[in-house]
């Protein structure tokens, strides 16, 4: 943990350099993202938003390496990772990088504390008491430690997900709509540790989502159309971002009715 009185640390932390992606090959390919460049400085909070088909998913997977670009760079602290191998990226990706999804991807099986530590065993780390303790703490979690998932709510469930992608104390955390599947209070406590992560913790925060209310919560929204950036905001109001989707959603239909057209 930062203490406060060591101020912000700042730098960039994670670069996307001209980033392509090309699914598919020869007449049948789709390009999901066409020349993305977008750093992210250390301590942030970037949502990702666009209309459906714009490229999100694409883009957590590139940034997040979980697949490989068509053509450009993603550097973690200068680091080109697209040159890496694929066991040193695994490694690289256990330790530094962590995940929240809309659907918890927890094991039924195992207990809060099985599951949040999964993540250290699977890495062959024992895991620390103390850390652990404290990551269950800050997920208020602590009188849940021996539940397991089914006998959870699914706000409690995605606190589940959160301390287990924090307890390997991740540069980097992911999130692919982290609140998709709650009611607005609960995804607003959700939101709040991943803020608090962000502002207190050691991660610096990279969110897809189509809520505004979470964007808002964010330092910077990104909007992406046709896999390009087409906007950014600055921790945007919930209306800004509102008025920002309404505008990119009537473009990408202008543009479906008129391909050849250029709208933009
Ligand atoms: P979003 O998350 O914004 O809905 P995606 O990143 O899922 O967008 O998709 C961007 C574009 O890439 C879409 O046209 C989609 O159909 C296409 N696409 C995504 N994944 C694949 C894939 N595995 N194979 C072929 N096309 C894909």
Redo the contacts with the bound molecule.
Sequence with gaps: MRSEDEGPDTGELLRLQDVRKV??RTRNS?E?LAGVTMGFQRHTFTAVM??????????LHCAALLDRPTSGSVLLEGQDLTQMKERALTKLRRNRIGFVFQSFNLLPALNVVDNVTLPLKLAGKRPNRRLVDDVIERTGLTSRRKHRPGELSGGQQQRVAIARALVTQPALLFGDEPTGALDTQTALEILGLLRQAVDTGEQTAVV?THDPVVASHADRVVF?VD?QVSAELDRPSVEQVAAQMTQLGAWARARRSAPSERVR
Excluded at 50 to 59: A, I, L, Q, V
């Design positions: 699914y598919g789709v999901a666009g209309p459906s088909g714009s490229g999100k998913s694409t883009f897809v992406l896999g």
